[in-house]
């Protein structure tokens, strides 16, 4: 299956370009080049110039570049960016959907030295406003659907009207850097020589207090690439569906990853679960990533139906159900389940199916493929541990009960938080990363995560955890999604409460009655869960309160609970 | 289709060990860990502990280890080697076939942030005595095989017996390094934290003068595995068959690319074409390496046929013909065709198949996948130059015409020629390694070797290419080997003289008639060479001189028509 789509036919590159930037200092030993992701566009150009390098359809102005074509532009924009008066080091804030203004800034901006700030797009103007004081950009590039949060920035802006055509002030800028460096090609820009350099900050979606910037490096950006190539299999017959935010932790390295593997890009502007099937059906998709919420989505539409040729989903972002990975296999599509933050650049750890699994019952498997697994294959080791009182760190016995923090570190692990030497040492506590995430380490050595710290539910003195009760809770045949909150309780402490939205078969059976079904789904956990587990209140719901990169706000619901207001939502 | 063989059930280690070294200190930034191919073992051993990791086949003793096996007895060699005062830095040199003694070594020397020096079995006593004395290394271990080699060495020898069994010298070796490091396990040994640091020595086999040292460094082998895993696709369902010697350029990182992607590693100690066709069928091999020499013995072998899977053959060590690679693909077999020196770590450029081919004439595709192509992912760029008088580089115009050098540099480029300042100074001269292999480069930026530059041959002021002239031979159906060397000639300064191998329809068609065959031969070159191409004279003759890594010692052969002593073959 191919892409229906023929190459567009501008900015056609010199012939015999070439595709080296400026020769190295000899203080660079020959055997040593810097790790940097951009060195991935030279060689996809330079071996497969004409290959189809990112497709962006479903757009009143569609557009698909070559890799020789893409270098061209990806070049003119580091030319424009440095021809702007940024120096290296210097942030360069985007704020876009997933398109080719923002695919271009993970190649040249880096190109350009320069520190790529992808800002959500989903974010208030103050948060925007906040975010760009913070970084310090002093250029943004902006999607036209959003420039409306640039109002007042100090930085220059560069608006993008998503045409790639004449007229497009973001087609004049790159027009600029393309006179500006015509001349010199890729041979005029200096690599950075220092790998360990910054590359990107990306600000966490912080759920309380104000978001933190994380600091990545070339070399961080470059590995992380690596491993997800490995990881997700991708090579020069993949063909990449972009549903996850590429303002997401810079799409947690894929950007990098599928130019590694000369994977053709298909960038989804808006994301629709028709338009994500219609890209199954008709543009040879082969690899994705999304969160479980887009997933649940995907398995659920009424044109769903098993594709008889490989995909892969790669899903992080919060932990997948055993439910949904069983139904994604059961319409062909291979999980892969990995886990990760902003501060571990995306992925750092994936779960690794073992062919002996296969001998065990659905259930069994899917519980197995849900847990987090082990690191990734260019991350340090992810370990469980308890902060001890001399500041070191123990790891977790692994009998898949007692319950530590996840510890990483190694170089898919952030630099630092921007600007934040405070925050840096409390996060780097004990010369590890510590995640925030609670989690259990089993005998297999997997880890399997438990809970959010905050997400505990202390219920008589016991530790209920919102996730597995959750796992339970999506295992009913009428639930689609659930999410479960601590709410006080005069007598317990704590007890779970239950946000539940029913799946059109639950829906229609349950329709004005409600009550009814609460009681119903209390019954059936008995026995599945211990008592202190059990939600003692069910609420069943039309819609979970989601971030912007699809995370549940457990902030919300426990806002709601505490203020005892159900129809808030 | 699965190995026949039960893991064997020795040293099984002890519940719940910790695959991590000892904690770096903390001068070591959290987001930094040394690049080392040693955590590609422990990654290994944690993620799929009961999988096979190396199986040894084909000998009185057979044995297969599991990745937690087999990370026990590499725990327990590193140990025995720091007992054996082995300092970091120091060399441990290894003389064996392919069997688990020299697997081992690649990661148990390593762990101890010693330096893998692995020697060809095939040299001679003072060869051999050379490279332990410039090597310094204080440590040997040799397979029982080749213990010879090793007497009067000042070093302390170990043999091999090449058992896996009590009584065995090597396993004595081990179970004292168990004893030792039993109770700190890996957490007892500390990580090379220079991830520059020299991880591996490996001598040329030079045809002309003294052997040189080639240094490797830990960075380099990490990142020449991460290469090698990609561009062959290596993963979890892999089986690689060990033809390759380990002891050349450390079998081109395949030890540490094959623990990278779990690939199960079958290790040949004898090289042979049955044995290898039997693998093929039962062992389920599904990638292998090998010089082209052996390439056309597997093409050839009675039982050749279809095997109707998968299996990549990584084809480097010289130049294979376009014939060889059509009748690869004929079998099915995938040839991936790299080219690189032990310099490079082995593989530095890669033929990357263009969809475009397709469309051409089988010669026409094979032709291009003869061509070295493109550099790896992880290499820097791989350049044509002319070395100008001022010392700097000039690329040659990529008209497919215009000789230049093979240049390159960047992270899987040697460090240095080891105590030789002189020799690594000459070969970095203008910031590159230069290779001594002459090509040109055509449109389309594929290199594609000439000759070194030895191999041109003058005739009447014209350069004609020994390895072209050999192409069109290796054409003709009648021939199984060609190779061509300049001979003196008194009227055109030096003219091509071809050796021919019959294959078999040609021995049945020319008997008692090679004079016939020789005439014909050089008629049917007409118009396919230019007049100063085609040899002057033509040897059939029964078999090829060959070094230990299956090259064609050319040097042999210039000797032999020097002294014009055709018999002498």
Not at 168 to 174: G, I, K, N, R, S
Not at 187 to 195: A, N, Q, R, S
Request: charged share 20%.
């Amino acid at each position: 299956m191919s892409i229906d789509f023929q190459p567009t036919l501008e900015s056609i590159p010199p012939p015999h370009v070439v595709y080296r930037f400026k020769p190295l200092p000899n203080s660079v030993p020959v055997n040593q080049t810097p790790l940097n992701p951009v060195s991935f566009l030279l060689r996809a150009a330079s071996i497969y110039p004409n290959k189809l390098a990112l497709v962006h359809k479903d757009v009143k102005y569609p557009v698909a570049y070559t890799f020789a074509v893409w270098a061209q532009r990806i070049q003119n924009l580091a030319y424009a960016i440095i021809e702007a008066g940024i120096r290296p080091g210097d942030r360069v804030a985007v704020i876009a959907p997933n398109c080719p203004l923002i695919a271009d800034a993970h190649f040249g901006v880096l190109a350009a030295r320069a520190v790529i700030t992808p800002i959500n797009i989903r974010l208030t103007k103050p948060e925007v406003d906040y975010i760009l004081e913070h970084s310090g950009a002093n250029l943004v590039l902006v999607d036209h659907e959003f420039a409306h949060l640039t109002k007042g920035a100090k930085a220059r802006v560069i608006v993008s009207n998503d045409t790639g055509r004449a007229g497009d002030p973001y087609e004049a800028f790159l027009a600029s850097g393309r006179r500006f460096g015509q001349e010199k090609g890729w041979e005029g820009l200096e690599m950075e020589l220092d790998e360990n350099a910054n590359a990107s900050l990306c600000y966490t979606s912080g759920t309380t207090g104000r978001p933190k910037g994380v600091i990545s490096t070339f070399r961080g950006s470059y590995l992380g690439a690596v491993a997800n190539v490995l990881e997700s299999r991708l090579n020069e017959e993949s063909v990449y569906l972009w549903i996850l935010p590429m303002f997401h932790a810079c799409g947690w390295t894929f950007p990098w990853a599928n130019v590694l593997s000369y994977t053709t890009q298909v960038t989804l502007r808006t994301v629709s679960i028709d338009l994500i099937w219609n890209h199954f059906d008709n543009s040879g998709i082969t690899h994705y990533c999304a969160a479980p919420t887009v997933q649940i989505g995907i398995i659920n539409h009424p044109h769903s139906h098993p594709l008889g040729r490989p995909l892969t989903a790669v899903i992080a972002g919060s932990a997948p159900t055993a439910h949904l990975i069983g139904e994604l296999e059961k319409l062909g599509i291979k999980p892969v389940h990995v886990y990760g933050l902003t501060e571990t650049y995306g992925p750092f750890t994936r779960n690794y199916a073992k062919k002996e699994w296969m001998a065990l019952s659905h259930d069994g498997r899917s519980k197995l493929m849900a847990r987090q697994g082990h690191s990734f294959a260019t991350a340090d080791d992810a370990r469980v541990v308890i902060h001890q009182p001399d500041g070191s760190l123990k790891d977790v016995p692994e009998d898949g009960k007692t319950l530590g923090e996840i510890a990483v570190r190694g170089n898919i692990v952030m630099k630092e938080y921007f600007n934040d030497p405070a925050a840096t040492a409390k996060a780097f506590a004990g010369g590890y990363f510590s995640t925030g995430d609670l989690a259990v380490k089993f005998p297999d050595r997997t880890i399997s995560i438990q809970d959010r710290s905050k997400d505990i539910i202390i219920s008589g003195g016991e530790n209920a955890s919102s996730l597995s009760i959750e796992q339970e809770l999506a295992n009913h045949s009428h639930v689609l999604e659930a999410a479960v909150v601590a709410k006080s309780h005069p007598k317990w402490g704590e007890r779970p409460a239950a946000f539940i939205v029913l799946n059109r078969e639950g829906q229609e059976e349950w329709s004005g009655q409600h009550k009814e079904f609460e009681e119903h789904l209390k019954k059936s956990l008995k026995g599945k869960l211990p008592g202190f587990a059990i939600p003692e209140w069910v609420y069943v719901v039309e819609d979970l309160p989601k971030t912007s990169t699809g995370k549940i706000q457990k902030n919300r619901l426990r806002q709601i609970v505490a203020e005892n207001v159900k129809s808030k939502l």
